[in-house]
């Protein structure tokens, strides 16, 4: 059984570009959410994905966007990026999107906004 | 407003040296409480669900209980591969996980 995988592992960009980060979910899990960690706090919740469709979302701008695929692999899509985006992005998938069951994360993407 | 907060923000302990992280929380009925493991640069790792007060769970070294108010994570008898930073986290009013910031826990031989 292959655990969440995210790409790519480290990424270097400019204020006011654009990234995207890729989430592959564990076989069998149709949620996948999307966590923003900056160093020393624990992750923020920016938005959840069910079945292809958004299923809530945290305190975070437009320009945090996202997809899910039929497949349940999932991208976040950040526009104008800002210094602030700098962060550890998480993915977490689960079988379910009932907020009590169990997340398993992903090894995270380091993002550095210069 | 919901609010999860973990203490002490760092512990220090030598091997074998038993000690209790806190996590408090409040959050309007509560549906979940999890404990999570991170190492450096990785993902958390799942390691507990609560669900009611009174509930207690144990794994190897480390059991987690809950009260109405808070949940206390027991490490036993720690080794330096219990080093990692401890994240509890609670499902809030708008039914999503809200993390604490963690208690980086660094055990020495």
């Known amino acids: 059984e292959t655990g969440v995988t995210q790409s790519p592992t480290h990424l270097i960009k400019t204020r006011g570009q654009q990234v995207t980060l890729r989430c592959s979910s564990q076989?069998?899990?149709?949620?996948v959410s999307w966590y923003q960690q900056a160093l020393g706090q624990g992750p923020q919740f920016i938005f959840q994905?069910?079945?292809?469709?958004?299923?809530g979302r945290g305190n975070f701008p437009p320009r945090f966007s996202g997809l899910q695929f039929p497949n349940y692999s999932s991208e976040l899509n950040v526009n104008a990026l800002e210094l602030d985006d700098s962060a550890l992005y998480l993915c977490?998938?689960?079988?379910?999107?009932?907020?009590?069951?169990?997340?398993?994360f992903g090894p995270g993407t380091r993002l550095t906004v210069l | 407003e919901d609010q999860v907060t973990q203490s002490p923000e760092a512990l220090r302990l030598q091997e074998g040296e038993s000690s209790s992280l806190n996590c408090s929380y409040t959050?309007?009925?509560?549906?979940?409480l999890f404990w999570y493991r991170q190492d450096p640069g990785k993902g958390p790792e799942f390691l507990f669900t609560?669900?009611?007060a009174g509930e207690e769970k144990e794994k190897e070294r480390l059991k987690a209980t809950l009260t109405k108010k808070e949940s206390f994570l027991h490490i036993t008898a720690p080794k330096p591969e219990d080093s990692a930073t401890y994240l509890c986290?609670?499902?809030?009013?708008?039914?999503?996980?809200?993390f604490g910031a963690g208690t980086q826990v660094v055990v020495t031989p």
């Open positions: 609560l669900y009611s």
């Open positions: 977490a998938s689960s079988l379910e999107s009932s907020p009590d069951t169990e997340q398993f």
């Open positions: 076989s069998g899990h149709n949620t």
């Open positions: 986290a609670v499902v809030d009013s708008w039914g999503k996980l809200q």
């Open positions: 994905y069910y079945r292809e469709e958004e299923n």
């Open positions: 959050v309007s009925g509560l549906r979940g």
